[in-house]
Every structure is written in C-alpha cells, then in structure tokens.
C-alpha cells in the first residue's frame, strides 16, 4: 500500500524548534518530488516547501524561507521538515505529500494524515 | 503568487443532487488545476487533474472542466460520502496555491 506516515509534531514555545518526518512506503520514494504543505482554519491549505529526487534543490514559501529547511534520505525513505524560530502562525496541521509530477500534471496524489504543530507559549 | 479563488464557499445539498463548483485564478494557468476533496477530520485527497481528468479510483460521478482562469468541479447524483469540503490547486507555478474551500453539507 502506497503510505506517507509523518511524525514529530507537538507543542514548542516561540522560537523553539521542530523537525517533522515523513515515512514513505509502497512506492520507490527516490523517483518523486516531495513537498510539505500546512493547513489551519483561517489561510486554508498552504503550499510550504518542495525537494526534488536528490534532495539537492528545495524551494520554499516565503513566509519560511530562511527558518525551515527540507530535506530528504532516499536511502531511508523518509522526508523531514526542520523548521526553526517558530511563530504563533506556523501553528497548523503539516502534511507530507507526493507529488505525482507528469503522471497528473503535478498534482498532489498522496498524503500523509497530518501532524500537528502547536506554537505557543 | 497566483491568487485561487472559489465559489460558493459553501452550499446544502441533498443526496442525487447535482451540484456544481467553481474556481477562478488571477491570472492564466492553461490547465494546470486540480481538485481535491476533504473529509473532516482526514486528509485531502486528489479527485480531478490537469483540469479534467478523473484520478483512479475516483468515481465517475465527478467531473472537471474548464481551462485558462476559469474552471467548474461537478458531482452528479451525490451521494452521502460526498459531503466534505472542496477545494482547486493550481500547478502552473510555484507556489502552487490552494483555493479557500467549497463546504457541501446537506
């Protein structure tokens, strides 16, 4: 079964530090382009950060740019999402997901079931 | 960024409806949009890509349509499982923004 498992989400003070993982499983993870995109009830779904297949070049949204990075360990199978100098409005539900690239003209055809960061004091 | 916008942002329904929802970008993005459907408490999950076309595993019942800015979701015949939330994505460039959400509730 195609899977995407994250973990690592909780609750952090402001300026505090979280690294998420994304566990992948029943695809070759290597061959894809992998992205983190957050949800929370007032902006909706948002696009946060991508990878490509080596890892070696990322992209980010610009409200986290400079404080996360992702990253990716093929070897492994598993995605991450360090994310630094957190804020009240990272706060949201971080979800892992693939992006299916030519196969559906680079939609997002697998999602992880979310984990949540709370960023609070 | 390209700026999604959708609507209704909710609407009611009754099961073996059909009903209809619209996306519109701020700029052109030929037909890179794609639908998804959100159940409460679960993940989104892809339905519709590259505008029209049905993902696997995704009922006939729900079609997609449209191209350049404006584009139309249409679930004919509904059934209880889809009520849920809705919402477009666009995938013509980074960042590939979301819309805000269509709710069908009965």
């Known amino acids: 079964e195609v899977q995407l498992v994250e973990s690592g989400g909780g609750l952090v003070q402001p300026g505090g530090s979280l690294r998420l993982s994304c566990a992948a499983s029943g695809f070759t993870f290597r061959r894809y382009w992998m992205h983190w995109v957050r949800q929370d009830p007032e902006k909706g779904l948002v696009w946060v950060a991508r990878t490509n297949t080596d890892g070696r070049s990322a992209t980010y949204a610009g409200s986290v740019k400079g404080r996360f990075t992702i990253s990716r360990d093929n070897a492994n199978n598993t995605l991450y999402l360090q994310m630094n100098s957190l804020r009240a409005e990272d706060t949201a539900v971080y979800y892992c997901?693939?992006?299916?690239?030519?196969?559906?003209?680079?939609?997002?055809?697998?999602w992880g079931q979310g984990t949540m960061v709370t960023v609070s004091s | 960024d390209i700026q999604m916008t959708q609507f209704p942002s909710s609407l009611s329904a009754s099961v073996g409806d059909r009903v209809t929802i619209t996306c519109r970008a701020s700029?052109?993005?030929?037909?890179?949009l794609n639908w998804y459907q959100q159940r409460p408490g679960e993940a989104p999950h892809l339905l519709i890509f590259?505008?029209?076309s049905v993902q696997t595993g995704v009922p006939s019942r729900f079609s997609g349509g449209g191209s350049g800015t404006d584009f139309a979701l249409s679930i004919s015949g509904l059934q209880p499982e889809d009520f849920a939330t809705y919402f477009c994505q666009q995938s013509y460039s980074v960042p590939g923004t979301f819309g805000p959400g269509t709710k069908v509730d009965i």
């Open positions: 590259a505008a029209s």
């Open positions: 997901v693939r992006d299916c690239a030519t196969s559906c003209s680079d939609a997002f055809d697998i």
């Open positions: 700029q052109n993005i030929d037909s890179h």
